[in-house]
Each structure stands twice: as structure tokens, then as C-alpha cells.
């Protein structure tokens, strides 16, 4: 009797937090990073659809678009003067950090909903969570933290990391866009795109889609090699070496 | 023409790459010597980090030896019998130089190593070139004669072999120990050694000015394959694309600094060499010194995924 009265608050909430729908795409599923790219800024758009369940009050959205490049390990050191030069001290790794985050949203962070909620639902740079190991321990620290902050502002700087609280618009009151800038150095792999919903201050609903970074040409060939088979990589490298050098030494033969 | 750069992860401009390798080679074909110490700072200063820097640059200075290396065989200004016991302690010291390379890496400091051995070793090699230079300028204006070489401490020790071509008798110990050294730091610093090799050659071994030069090239030329080889195996930062513009750049620009450096005297060329050695030493002790921009630097340990 308990379970089936479970069941049928699950399907009940299941319900309720349907009763609006997010469709959403990205205008390129698969950006291909040729050897001559300089950036580029990929649009999403979507819609909320609403259904007979939505309370009629409900008029006014805000979207937070969460997009989270591939993920990888990263140290962040520090520079003391020790002996009157400046050298790394210290450091802490973050573990498993996306290598691209962009947070757009249609307002402000903070306005558009409760601090607690913002944290659950890890809005704004500040709410992300970034695990740090800390001496054996896991775990994310205050978002003052010098590491945390430094981390996130070298990774603003290289365009990595963003934070853009007007990058949504509201076409019509259900209809949104946004740019999603990618910048020159962007790290190639699957890239999740987190779109969440709110309406008063309140979870509404989230959905999800997803697109791929690939670099095609010549460089992605060598870099690949280098990484597989770095032997042959080797070999031909200094085969390339001897080849120039030899191809000098004719072209500029004096006798 | 923007190009991206596959291992180095940075799109640069090829043109800007190559003129950077042309003046380089300007100057090494000059100089008679690798550019390895000119080109690695100039590659950490357009945005390269310094690991990729290094590893990239030797395969850019083996192609400049071999096409030296080459002309110098044709006129048999090379010693086989001494390159070869260089070598022996060449190729050791690249392996050690490599291994302490990737130690470097893991823990951090090597940026700092590789600005500190700058500092150090170029302040002093710099110093000392451009005091000799000055002091030869200062004999020739007084028309004194130079004085004459005598034999040193090193000529005293054992296991000694006669090299024919450049008619020494010499002990292989100190040839072996300075190849180590000269591999050693070629692998740390990403140089050619060259212009620290030249000098400890004359000087300390008393090989003739006939067959130094082209000696000395055929142990960079090695070394510098070796430690191509040895960075792409180990460390994966070779950037072939980044070391053939280097290239082709680096030999063009060298043929017309030979051509150059025959018109400026001996001592001169020295007294420029050292100015020039010290310039780059002193450019990487005032960036250590001064505070930095930014205390924090991120690296990323591989993604995955």
C-alpha cells in the first residue's frame, strides 16, 4: 500500500514538472576545427512549451544555459619570492573540471532565483562545482577561495570559462536564443549543454542536448600521432630535420 | 596566415615564425653556432610554453647542423675519431638530460629550471666571451702577439687516444665528460651547446680552429636527433609542424649570415656573440626577479573524455 502510494506521488511530481517542456536545438551538432579556425559562435534556440498542467500564472521564464566542455584534470600553482625569485609554491589539483564552462542566463544569477537553489542547481560560476583534492580529501571549497578564483579567472581570460548574464533572450515570451562563443584554442570533444528552467523564483524543469568539437585536417593527424606513436612521430621528425638540412645544403652549395 | 600549431595547441602566424627562424639562422650562420639559445626564448615569448619550446627546437637545430655539418664534410674539417668519443658522452648525457626533464615537468619546476640554467649559463658563458673578445680587440690595437698555448692540467691525465685529423694526443676522459655536459643541458635547455662546446673545445682540449667547428656540429647534430626522438617518445611536446617552419627559416637565414659574419673580424664577432649571449641571460634574470603578473598558472593533466 506504502509503495504503491509512492509510486503514485512519483508519477504525481513526474507530472507536475512536465508541465512545461523545453525543446531545444544548436544551430551545428558537430563543429569541425579546420587549421585555419579563429573562433566561432554557435546559436541555440528552443521554446517552452507549456501544456494543460501549467498554472495559469505562469508567464514569465528564466533559462540558465549551462554549457560544459570535455573533462580533464588540472593543477593550479602558485609563484612565491623565495631567494628573491619567483617560483611555483604551491598548488591544487582540480579533478574531473570541465576544460570549457559558459553559463548564460536571461538576467542576472542572483535574481533569478533562491541563493539555496542556485547552489543545488549550480548557477553562475561561483555555484560550479569544481573539485579540488585537497591533501588526500575531495571536495569543493568556498567560491573565495585563491585557488578556486584564480583558476576560474585564468580560464575567463583564455574565453575558456564565461559567465554572461544577458546572452539569453526572449524572442516571444516562450521563444529564447543564445551564443554559445567558442573561442580559437577550444578543446576538442563532447560538449553538454544544460538548459534549466525557472519560473518565480522556482525549478521549473531542465533538458539537455549535446554537441561535438572535432579537428579534421593535417594538425589533428599530428597531434594524434604524437600522442599514439610517438616513436614513429620521433623518427620522422628527425627524418624531417635531416631531409631540410640536406635540401639546404644543396640548394645553397656554393662550388 | 594564421596557422594552428598541433602539440603547441596555439594558432601563430607563419610568416611571424618564419622570420623569427630567418634571423635566428641570420645569426648562428654568423656566429658559426646553433641559435638553439636565441630561438627557445623567443619561442617562450610569442606564447609557447617553454616545455614545447625546448623539445622543438632541437629537431629545428639538427636540421641547421646537419646542412653545417654536411659543407664541413665535404672540406674534411671534421674530426671522425673525436666525434665519435664526443658522441659516447653525448648521447648519455641527452638520455640523462631527457629523464631529468620529465622529472622537471611532473613536479612543476620546470619552467624555473629552464630560466635559471638560462640565467646562469648564459650570464657566464656571455661574460666571458665578451671580456676575451674585448681583451684580443685591446692585443690587436697594441699589435702585441697573442700568447702562445701551452699545455694544461687536462693534457696530464690517462687513457690517452691520438685523434689524426686534428693531429691532438688526448686523454678521452674530459671529451667524454664534456659531451655528457653539452647533452645534458642541450636536452634541458633546448640548445645546441654550440657556442659553449666551440670555446671548451679550443681552449681546453687545444683542438685547431680547422676542424672545431665542424667536430662540434656533428655532436649537436646527434644529440639534438636524439633528443628530438627522446621528447616525442617520452614527453610527447614535439611540435613538427612549429620545427619545420623553424627550418626552413633557420637554414635560409643562416647561408646569408655566413656570408655576413666573413666580412666581420674574428674578435669582433666575438665581442658581438658575447653581447649578444649576455643580453638573453640577463632578459630571463629580470623576468624571474620582478613580480610576476600572475602568481597562478593552470596546466591541464589530459582530458579525458
Given at each position: 500500500?506504502?509503495?504503491?502510494?509512492?509510486?503514485?506521488?512519483?508519477?504525481?511530481?513526474?507530472?507536475?514538472?512536465?508541465?512545461?517542456?523545453?525543446?531545444?536545438?544548436?544551430?551545428?551538432?558537430?563543429?569541425?576545427?579546420?587549421?585555419?579556425?579563429?573562433?566561432?559562435?554557435?546559436?541555440?534556440?528552443?521554446?517552452?512549451?507549456?501544456?494543460?498542467?501549467?498554472?495559469?500564472?505562469?508567464?514569465?521564464?528564466?533559462?540558465?544555459?549551462?554549457?560544459?566542455?570535455?573533462?580533464?584534470?588540472?593543477?593550479?600553482?602558485?609563484?612565491?619570492?623565495?631567494?628573491?625569485?619567483?617560483?611555483?609554491?604551491?598548488?591544487?589539483?582540480?579533478?574531473?573540471?570541465?576544460?570549457?564552462?559558459?553559463?548564460?542566463?536571461?538576467?542576472?544569477?542572483?535574481?533569478?532565483?533562491?541563493?539555496?537553489?542556485?547552489?543545488r542547481q549550480q548557477i553562475g560560476l561561483n555555484n560550479v562545482l569544481l573539485t579540488q583534492r585537497v591533501s588526500g580529501d575531495y571536495a569543493d571549497v568556498v567560491p573565495n577561495d585563491a585557488f578556486r578564483s584564480a583558476f576560474i579567472r585564468l580560464r575567463t581570460q583564455r574565453g575558456l570559462y564565461r559567465e554572461d548574464a544577458s546572452a539569453v533572450t526572449f524572442l516571444t515570451p516562450t521563444l529564447f536564443r543564445t551564443g554559445i562563443p567558442l573561442p580559437a584554442e577550444v578543446p576538442i570533444g563532447t560538449y553538454e549543454v544544460e538548459?534549466?528552467?525557472?519560473?518565480?523564483?522556482?525549478?521549473?524543469?531542465?533538458?539537455?542536448?549535446?554537441?561535438?568539437?572535432?579537428?579534421?585536417?593535417?594538425?589533428?593527424?599530428?597531434?594524434?600521432?604524437?600522442?599514439?606513436?610517438?616513436?614513429?612521430?620521433?623518427?620522422?621528425?628527425?627524418?624531417?630535420?635531416?631531409?631540410?638540412?640536406?635540401?639546404?645544403?644543396?640548394?645553397?652549395?656554393?662550388? | 596566415?594564421?596557422?594552428?600549431?598541433?602539440?603547441?595547441?596555439?594558432?601563430?602566424?607563419?610568416?611571424?615564425?618564419?622570420?623569427?627562424?630567418?634571423?635566428?639562422?641570420?645569426?648562428?650562420?654568423?656566429?658559426?653556432?646553433?641559435?638553439?639559445?636565441?630561438?627557445?626564448?623567443?619561442?617562450?615569448?610569442?606564447?609557447?610554453?617553454?616545455?614545447?619550446?625546448?623539445?622543438?627546437?632541437?629537431?629545428?637545430?639538427?636540421?641547421?647542423?646537419?646542412?653545417?655539418a654536411l659543407t664541413y664534410w665535404r672540406r674534411r674539417a671534421i674530426d671522425p675519431a673525436l666525434a665519435s668519443v664526443l658522441l659516447c658522452g653525448g648521447v648519455t648525457g641527452t638520455a640523462l638530460g631527457v629523464w631529468t626533464f620529465t622529472q622537471l615537468r611532473a613536479l612543476g619546476q620546470l619552467d624555473l629550471m629552464i630560466a635559471l640554467s638560462y640565467v646562469i649559463l648564459l650570464s657566464t658563458v656571455g661574460s666571458l666571451m665578451f671580456s676575451e673578445g674585448l681583451r684580443a680587440l685591446m692585443r690587436t690595437r697594441r699589435g702585441?702577439?697573442?700568447?702562445?698555448?701551452?699545455?694544461?692540467?687536462?693534457?696530464?691525465?690517462?687513457?690517452?687516444?691520438?685523434?689524426?685529423?686534428?693531429?691532438?694526443?688526448?686523454?678521452?676522459?674530459?671529451?667524454?665528460?664534456?659531451?655528457?655536459?653539452?647533452?645534458?643541458?642541450?636536452?634541458?635547455?633546448?640548445?645546441?651547446?654550440?657556442?659553449?662546446?666551440?670555446?671548451?673545445?679550443?681552449?681546453?682540449?687545444?683542438?685547431?680552429?680547422?676542424?672545431?667547428?665542424?667536430?662540434?656540429?656533428?655532436?649537436?647534430?646527434?644529440?639534438?636527433?636524439?633528443?628530438?626522438?627522446?621528447?616525442?617518445?617520452?614527453?610527447?611536446?614535439?611540435?613538427?609542424?612549429?620545427?619545420?617552419?623553424?627550418?626552413?627559416?633557420?637554414?635560409?637565414?643562416?647561408?646569408?649570415?655566413?656570408?655576413?659574419?666573413?666580412?666581420?673580424?674574428?674578435?669582433?664577432?666575438?665581442?658581438?656573440?658575447?653581447?649578444?649571449?649576455?643580453?638573453?641571460?640577463?632578459?630571463?634574470?629580470?623576468?624571474?626577479?620582478?613580480?610576476?603578473?600572475?602568481?597562478?598558472?593552470?596546466?591541464?593533466?589530459?582530458?579525458?573524455?
Open positions: 500500500m506504502r509503495a504503491l502510494a509512492a509510486a503514485l506521488l512519483v508519477l504525481l511530481l513526474g507530472a507536475s514538472a512536465r508541465a512545461e517542456r523545453l525543446i531545444v536545438s544548436v544551430s551545428n551538432h558537430r563543429v569541425t576545427v579546420t587549421p585555419n579556425y579563429s573562433g566561432e559562435e554557435l546559436v541555440l534556440f528552443g521554446s517552452v512549451e507549456k501544456d494543460a498542467s501549467t498554472p495559469a500564472d505562469r508567464t514569465a521564464y528564466d533559462l540558465v544555459v549551462t554549457v560544459m566542455g570535455p573533462r580533464a584534470d588540472m593543477v593550479t600553482r602558485r609563484k612565491e619570492r623565495t631567494f628573491g625569485i619567483w617560483i611555483n609554491t604551491d598548488y591544487r589539483q582540480f579533478l574531473q573540471v570541465p576544460s570549457y564552462l559558459a553559463l548564460f542566463a536571461n538576467r542576472p544569477f542572483d535574481g533569478i532565483t533562491s541563493p539555496e537553489i542556485a547552489r538548459i534549466k528552467l525557472f519560473a518565480n523564483g522556482a525549478f521549473v524543469g531542465k533538458t539537455e542536448t549535446a554537441f561535438e568539437i572535432v579537428k579534421v585536417g593535417f594538425e589533428q593527424f599530428v597531434a594524434n600521432t604524437a600522442r599514439q606513436n610517438g616513436l614513429v612521430y620521433g623518427l620522422v621528425t628527425a627524418a624531417m630535420a635531416l631531409m631540410t638540412g640536406w635540401m639546404a645544403s644543396i640548394v645553397f652549395r656554393k662550388d | 596566415m594564421q596557422l594552428y600549431l598541433p602539440i603547441a595547441d596555439l594558432p601563430v602566424n607563419v610568416f611571424l615564425v618564419l622570420a623569427m627562424g630567418a634571423a635566428v639562422g641570420f645569426v648562428s650562420g654568423m656566429f658559426g653556432i646553433g641559435g638553439g639559445f636565441l630561438m627557445t626564448p623567443l619561442l617562450i615569448f610569442i606564447g609557447i610554453t617553454p616545455a614545447v619550446a625546448v623539445a622543438s627546437v632541437a629537431s629545428h637545430i639538427a636540421a641547421s647542423s646537419f646542412s653545417g702585441a702577439v697573442p700568447p702562445r698555448r701551452t699545455h694544461n692540467w687536462i693534457h696530464g691525465l690517462p687513457l690517452k687516444m691520438r685523434f689524426k685529423r686534428s693531429k691532438i694526443y688526448l686523454s678521452v676522459i674530459p671529451v667524454v665528460v664534456i659531451g655528457i655536459v653539452i647533452g645534458f643541458i642541450g636536452a634541458v635547455m633546448g640548445i645546441g651547446g654550440g657556442f659553449i662546446l666551440v670555446p671548451i673545445m679550443i681552449y681546453l682540449l687545444r683542438v685547431p680552429t680547422s676542424t672545431v667547428i665542424g667536430t662540434s656540429m656533428v655532436l649537436t647534430l646527434v644529440t639534438m636527433l636524439f633528443a628530438t626522438m627522446l621528447h616525442a617518445v617520452t614527453n610527447h611536446l614535439v611540435d613538427a609542424v612549429l620545427a619545420l617552419i623553424l627550418m626552413v627559416g633557420g637554414v635560409t637565414g643562416a647561408q646569408f649570415g655566413a656570408r655576413a659574419g666573413q666580412k666581420i673580424r674574428g674578435e669582433q664577432l666575438r665581442l658581438l656573440l658575447g653581447l649578444l649571449i649576455l643580453s638573453v641571460g640577463v632578459r630571463f634574470a629580470v623576468e624571474l626577479v620582478i613580480r610576476p603578473e600572475d602568481l597562478f598558472t593552470i596546466r591541464e593533466l589530459g582530458v579525458s573524455g
